[in-house]
């Protein structure tokens, strides 16, 4: 093994700060001491991870996912392990290129440096650039997961909301393979022109006028049946109240960092509706390894051929951290902001 350094720099937080500005102000560089892995673990040296929702709500204190403080956050990223423990077969892992995510109590990717269990990281083809590489693990297996309901649920069409995000990009392609029509929903004109010109056929933009009643259209003339909802607040409501009986809202993401409201309870009640929620990790433990590995193949196939590419606007040196939240909180839609190392 090449000589390492003896320490190396983490972005830390000291602790959750509700509001977004104040938490990223906290956000400070620090110098870590560097370890030889456990048994069990890999060392990663980090080539760059993204900033993702999931991300600023754990900042905010508004996720499900808990750290002890002080943290380093940063759920998922990429980078080449340099180091084995000693129970694992070197040989396997040793200089490959991976893509990591954990939600475990522990440091996470924005780092120099990972340290990783086996289960948290995941070997990619060698030919995924690092900025694919690092936003491989969360988006593009979420919209796996989405699709695999929409199968299950037999969808000839579906409903997205914050359809400019990359899961909605992965969803949309996924679905496309499938012959399930998707409708997307997004709040602004200009989400909604990239949309169509990048093959999307049915857009709503939410605060149009007449957006209640081309929903309504959509619905009917392409029976959808499944709506993924990734704002929550009056939204996930809203979708429940607009699709007609024996339909499912699946709800995935809180981007408006409100608690659900507005769902007629009729539709509960007389018209068989549901409205449940999915999680990248519990789909991650109940996903079986064939499984895993065909959504992995397709997955890279799909970005490796340009059909879906993780949209990335921009790279910041890790150091950058506060400029790089600037960018990626003033324009989400414009792809993810990249630390690297
Ligand atoms: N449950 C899970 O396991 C899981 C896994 C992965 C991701 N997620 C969730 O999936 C969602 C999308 O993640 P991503 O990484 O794909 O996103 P992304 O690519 O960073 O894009 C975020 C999108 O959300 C829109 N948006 C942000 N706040 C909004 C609001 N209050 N109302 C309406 N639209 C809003 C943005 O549009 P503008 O440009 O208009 O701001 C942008 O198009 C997030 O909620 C994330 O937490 C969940």
Redesign the pocket.
């Known amino acids: 093994m090449t000589k390492l350094p003896t320490t190396y720099t983490a972005i830390e937080i000291a602790c959750e700060q509700a509001n977004v500005v104040k938490a990223m102000l906290s956000l400070q560089q620090v110098t870590k001491k560097l370890r030889e892995p456990e048994p069990d673990e890999l060392l990663i040296r980090m080539e760059a991870t993204p900033i993702?929702?999931?991300d600023i709500?754990f900042l905010q204190g508004s996720y499900r996912v808990k750290k002890t403080m002080p943290a380093v956050p940063g759920f998922e990223g990429c980078g080449i392990i340099i180091g084995v423990g000693k129970s694992l077969d070197h040989d396997k892992w040793i200089g490959k290129r991976v893509s990591c995510f954990t939600q475990n109590d522990k440091d996470g990717c924005w780092a120099n440096y990972f340290y990783a269990k086996p289960q948290e990281v995941m070997l990619i083809d060698e030919s995924l650039k690092a900025e694919q590489a690092a936003t491989f693990f969360?988006?593009p297996f979420?919209a796996w997961g989405l699709c695999e309901i929409a199968l299950q649920r037999e969808s000839k069409a579906i409903v997205i909301?914050?359809a400019?995000?990359?899961?909605?990009a992965f969803l949309f392609e996924l679905a496309t393979m499938h012959q399930i029509e998707v409708i997307g929903i997004?709040?602004?004109q200009e989400?909604a022109k990239h949309l169509k010109a990048s093959g999307w056929k049915n857009i709503l933009v939410e605060n149009c006028p007449d957006f209640s009643s081309q929903l309504k259209i959509l619905l009917e003339d392409l029976a959808a049946n499944t709506a993924f909802d990734?704002?929550a607040g009056s939204s996930a409501g809203f979708l429940l109240n607009a699709l007609p009986p024996d339909s499912e809202v699946v709800v995935?993401?809180?981007?408006?960092n409100k608690s659900i409201a507005d769902i007629n309870p009729l539709g509960l009640i007389f018209d068989n509706k549901m409205i449940t929620g999915?999680?990248?990790s519990d789909w991650m433990a109940e996903t079986d390894s064939i499984t895993f590995e065909v959504a992995r193949n397709t997955l890279t196939e799909i970005i490796l051929s340009g059909k879906v590419k993780n949209k990335v606007q921009t790279s910041y040196p890790h150091t950058e951290i506060k400029n790089a939240m600037k960018s990626y909180l003033g324009?989400?839609?414009a792809g993810?902001v990249l630390l690297t190392f």
């Open positions: 993702n929702p999931s709500a969360i988006n979420t909301n914050a400019g995000s990359m899961v909605a997004v709040r602004k989400t990734a704002i995935y993401g809180g981007l408006s999915f999680n990248l324009n989400m839609s993810k």
